[in-house]
T-cell receptor, first 119, second 116 residues
Framework: AQKVTQAQTEISVVEKEDVTLDCVYE???????LFWYKQPPSGELVFLIR??????QNEISGRYSWNFQKSTSSFNFTITASQVVDSAVYFC????????????????FGQGTILTVHP | KAGVTQTPRYLIKTRGQQVTLSCSPI?????VSWYQQTPGQGLQFLFE???????NKGNFPGRFSGRQFSNSRSEMNVSTLELGDSALYLC???????????????FGQGTRLTVV
């Protein structure tokens, strides 16, 4: 089973539409971290947000908001009033400091969601 | 302040050769992590270093190795290159180890390695 599953491979929207990117994760660690990163065409990943497993507060940053629900192991990302500049690949990632019982900590990325915002 | 610098940006190597990639982190950052990105396998964590010590590693064969120097600069080495090693290799720097602390990481633009 995938540790981090991003349900949508590709999403296409028209500017000003709201869009939600889904992320479901799986871990046995009680302490873990979840991330969202954006990868524009230039290639470098840009950090968007980090959540630890003990903080279920939702967060809003401008047009971006995140919904973390431990009960459903989900960490979804919503862009409100999307813009062309939001077009990129978005990755959800899970950090397991204790590696789910293995000797090394683990960092696992989802397969990414390609978001295209049309003018 | 300067960002994360990866060199070279592009590289073409022949099967069986070895390659060394370099990553200079943001000044003051002591942690460097490495990632491989391919169309088939996606983005995968290779390993991370903090204060010259490898702290965590992903599921890659021993042909992939790395090290970190006292100035926090890091190198990644791949020996006996295979066609499947063709990928974008990204490095990231952070103040603390990303796996253990979940800290914000800053990424370089990557090295595009092509193995022929």
């Amino acid at each position: 089973a995938q540790k981090v599953t991003q349900a949508q491979t590709e999403i296409s929207v028209v500017e000003k539409e709201d869009v939600t990117l889904d992320c479901v994760y799986e871990t046995r660690d009680t302490t873990y971290y979840l991330f969202w990163y954006k990868q524009p065409p230039s290639g470098e990943l840009v950090f968007l947000i980090r959540r630890n497993s003990f903080d279920e507060q939702n967060e809003i940053s401008g047009r971006y908001s995140w919904n973390f629900q431990k009960s459903t192991s989900s960490f979804n990302f919503t862009i409100t009033a999307s813009q062309v500049v939001d077009s990129a690949v978005y990755f959800c990632a899970l950090s397991e400091p204790y590696g789910g019982g293995t000797s090394y900590g683990k960092l696992t990325f989802g397969q990414g969601t390609i978001l295209t915002v049309h003018p | 302040k300067a960002g994360v610098t990866q060199t070279p940006r592009y590289l073409i190597k022949t099967r069986g050769q070895q390659v060394t990639l370099s990553c200079s982190p943001i000044s003051g950052h002591r942690s460097v992590s490495w990632y491989q990105q391919t169309p088939g396998q996606g983005l995968q964590f290779l390993f991370e270093y903090f204060s010259e010590t490898q702290r965590n590693k992903g599921n890659f064969p021993g042909r992939f190795s790395g090290r970190q120097f006292s100035n926090s600069r890091s190198e990644m080495n791949v020996s006996t290159l295979e066609l499947g090693d063709s990928a974008l290799y990204l490095c990231a720097s952070s103040l603390e180890p990303i796996v253990a602390s979940g800290t914000e990481a800053f990424f370089g633009q990557g090295t595009r390695l092509t193995v022929v």
